[in-house]
């Protein structure tokens, strides 16, 4: 005696008017957006778009006359963003040290205002920035590889190591951490530890092949230290085992 909801495939009639009278009794609540929601939404929306620049510019100027001011707020963001994507750092700066003086604990305003110096080629002031995002919010991950970003962009590999390696510690690596662990790497001449991170790299976009191809040119690189060889060969074995390893299907 299996109830009629456990035993019909596709949907029927009934199981729908059941799922309806189910969350009827339910009373309807609307969560209002956040800051940060509106924000990151803003920054997607800058960076998906499909319209020319000039455009997104344009229909986001109107949006900073409309609205609260957490929404004009969202649309003065978004469109100092359009503004940089359009190389007019001088007009993003403007709107930006406002938004940032205004809410200096919003950490997107202070991210966007660093970015634009460092597309702008005001490294400095662009580092001075980042060393204040960090300060104030130590705990970012965004904020430690941006800035490790721009610390080797500026060839300072000894400061950008420690942000990458507690990125490491704390988090699941992304190609991107790799990357950057690679040319952080080649830039202090390490390079077998510049071969191996640049592997990962390879490996974590599903190039496999190419991955091992890194590991061998660290295994040259590493000059017959014992201790690297066999930790690179063993890596080799791994990779090479999934790579001739029969498909599952």
Do not use: C, W
Not at 19 to 35: C, E, G, I, L, M
Not at 98 to 122: C, F, G, I, V
Not at 163 to 169: A, C, G, R
Request: aromatic share 10%.
């Amino acid at each position: 005696k299996v109830p009629e909801f456990l035993r019909t495939h596709p949907l029927p009639v009934s199981r729908m008017s059941d799922t309806s009278a189910r969350a009827a009794k339910y009373p309807y609540k609307q969560v209002a957006d956040s800051q940060d929601f509106r924000l990151i939404r803003m920054k997607l929306r800058v960076k998906q778009h499909q319209m020319p620049t000039k455009e997104v510019i344009k229909e986001l100027e109107n949006e900073t006359r409309q609205g609260t001011q957490d929404q004009k707020d969202a649309a003065t963001y978004g469109l100092a963003l359009a503004l940089m994507k359009d190389r007019q750092f001088d007009k993003a700066r403007k709107l930006l040290v406002p938004l940032s003086k205004r809410k200096p604990q919003q950490l997107h305003y202070l991210t966007a205002r660093a970015l634009n110096e460092y597309r702008d080629e005001k490294q400095q002031t662009s580092l001075s920035l980042f060393r204040e995002a960090k300060q104030l919010f130590p705990k970012s991950r965004s904020v430690n590889l941006l800035y490790a970003k721009v610390l080797l962009h500026n060839g300072k590999p000894e400061q950008a190591l420690p942000f990458l390696n507690q990125d490491l510690q704390l988090y699941k690596p992304t190609p991107g951490v790799f990357d950057l662990l690679s040319i952080a790497y080649g830039q202090i001449n390490n390079p077998v530890r510049g071969f191996q991170y640049r592997a990962e790299y390879f490996y974590s976009l599903g190039h496999t092949k190419d991955a091992i191809i890194q590991l061998e040119q660290a295994l040259r690189a590493a000059n017959n230290n014992f201790y690297l060889s066999s930790q690179i060969e063993n890596r080799i074995g791994q990779l090479t085992a999934e790579l001739n390893a029969p498909p599952l299907f």
